[in-house]
């Protein structure tokens, strides 16, 4: 039995005679990783139309794991009608990530869209014998008044260093997640429309990415702005 099954049934206190009725039932959905979307419209109105050149950008101060998430997304968001590029495949200044670089690549891939994706709270939970965050605490949570108040700016871009580089990586997916993105429309820099993703059960980090990227993209087609 895997490992996983094994312990979501334990936690359901099953007695042994039912394990292998429930055993199915668990891979459908007791302890499988779940996300939940929710959006919103900064202008409460959607643009004319769908945006064809999106830049994606993966706001996260660990650049070799930065550049992998982006290149994950940008592989779920492209289609036949919309070209997605990872900011790490396109700027000629990967690190630290700023405002210029992206706005060069905006303008060197004829960007119409950029999507900046940052963590903004992740849950490890505990294990026996210890946590299994080595920082020091089982929960991160981005502060909330500089998140909102322009500690990040234009594009997702971090304004104050010195605290994003303590940020975990977007990579970093274990237990329960929440991510936002915010995608900017670059005729004037503007933020347009905002995405909050919340993942729970998280086991594998490639798991957890494939679920996050997958309901990010989808979401974004649903709401019209890409195809």
């Known amino acids: 039995m895997p490992a996983r099954a094994f312990r979501c049934l334990q936690t359901r206190n099953a007695p042994v005679g039912a394990l292998f009725l429930l055993l199915g ?16 419209w900064q202008d409460k109105a959607p643009p004319n139309q769908p945006f064809k050149r999106v830049l994606i950008v993966g706001v996260s101060p660990d650049l070799n794991q930065r550049c992998p998430f982006e290149r994950f997304l940008a592989s779920q968001t492209k289609s036949e009608s919309t070209i997605a590029i990872a900011s790490c495949d396109a700027v000629t200044q990967k690190n630290p990530l700023t405002r ?4 060069a690549a905006v303008v060197k891939y004829q960007a ?8 903004v709270a992740m849950d490890w ?35 104050i260093y010195a605290d994003f580089q303590t940020a ?13 993105s915010k995608l900017f429309e670059t005729k004037g820099a503007t933020l347009v429309y905002t995405m909050d993703t919340k ?15 997958a309901k990010i993209a989808d979401r974004l087609r649903r709401d019209g702005l890409i195809r």
């Open 199 to 213: 993942a729970g059960n998280i086991e594998a980090r490639d798991e957890g990415l494939s679920l996050v990227a």
């Open 168 to 180: 975990p990586s977007l990579l970093t997916m274990e237990g329960d997640v929440q991510l936002t």
């Open 25 to 40: 039932a668990t891979w459908l959905s007791g302890c499988a990783e779940h996300a939940t979307v929710t959006s919103a």
């Open 112 to 119: 119409d869209a950029v999507l900046a994706t940052k963590l």
């Open 125 to 159: 939970g505990t294990e026996e014998g210890g946590s299994r965050d080595t920082r020091g605490g089982a929960y991160y949570k981005a502060t909330d008044a500089g998140y909102a108040t322009g500690y990040y700016g234009v594009y997702g871009v971090p304004v």
């Open 100 to 103: 210029e670089s992206i706005e």
